[in-house]
């Protein structure tokens, strides 16, 4: 998508955020336009049987709290990586128990496709559970900066702005992760980080 068509697509966003609190049913567009992003990052995340109640309850909370969304401080699609984000957290014991069960057993049938996807995303195929394994071990401030880089492939301000947090504090805590991934695979790097590649 073109920068123009970006922004264009985004202030249609925007304006369909705006047109919903007279008219509820037009906040149909933004369901139906990222319910299936959203869908695969907290399914990737927790599982997929966790994910129908996570992602419903994001879609939820956005409705209701429309008339404060602020189109100047992040797009639509930003805002709502915000939200789930901040729901994951209410189900951290899932998401360490699926990936140390990765890290022990590998994919764990409890949770399927969940562990694959999280690692094809941030490790190369031979590193599976130990990546998955050190993810668990992070704190639950420095993964859920490093898996909105590595699932939803947002940038450091996009981040910023969907967890309320200074840009500065992005880039701290990523690099914290990485280290502490670099260290536990015995100095590789588990992740590229998308400002060495221009997309940051």
């Known amino acids: 998508m073109t920068t123009v068509s970006?922004?264009?697509?985004?202030?249609?966003?925007?304006e369909a955020v705006r047109h919903s609190l007279a008219d509820a049913e037009r906040f149909s567009v933004i369901f139906d336009t990222y319910f299936g992003e959203?869908?695969?990052?907290?399914?990737?995340?927790?599982?997929?049987?966790?994910?129908?109640d996570v992602v419903a309850e994001t879609f939820l909370t956005a409705f209701?709290?429309?008339?404060?969304?602020?189109?100047?401080?992040a797009s639509v699609r930003v805002w709502l990586y915000g939200i789930a984000?901040?729901?994951?957290?209410?189900?951290?014991?899932?998401e360490v128990r699926a990936l140390r069960a990765l890290g022990r057993h590998g994919p764990?049938?409890?949770?399927?496709?969940h562990e694959d996807e999280v690692s094809v995303q941030v490790s190369?195929?031979?590193?599976?559970?130990?990546?998955?394994?050190?993810?668990?071990?992070?704190?639950?401030r420095d993964r859920d900066v490093l898996l909105l880089v590595a699932l939803a492939e947002l940038s450091h301000e996009e981040i910023a702005t969907a967890l309320g947090i200074p840009y500065g504090t992005v880039g701290s805590r990523l690099n914290?992760?990485?280290?502490?991934?670099?260290?536990a695979l015995g100095d590789t790097n588990p992740m590229r980080d998308p400002r060495e590649n221009g997309h940051g």
């Open 124 to 140: 190369a195929e031979s590193l599976r559970p130990h990546i998955a394994a050190a993810v668990a071990e992070l704190h639950q």
């Open 38 to 52: 959203i869908h695969r990052y907290v399914a990737q995340r927790l599982g997929t049987d966790s994910a129908e």
């Open 176 to 183: 914290r992760a990485r280290r502490k991934l670099r260290a």
């Open 64 to 73: 209701r709290k429309r008339a404060r969304y602020d189109p100047a401080r």
């Open 85 to 94: 984000t901040n729901l994951i957290r209410r189900h951290h014991r899932t």
């Open 108 to 113: 764990d049938p409890d949770f399927p496709g």
């Open 6 to 14: 970006w922004a264009a697509h985004r202030a249609g966003d925007a």
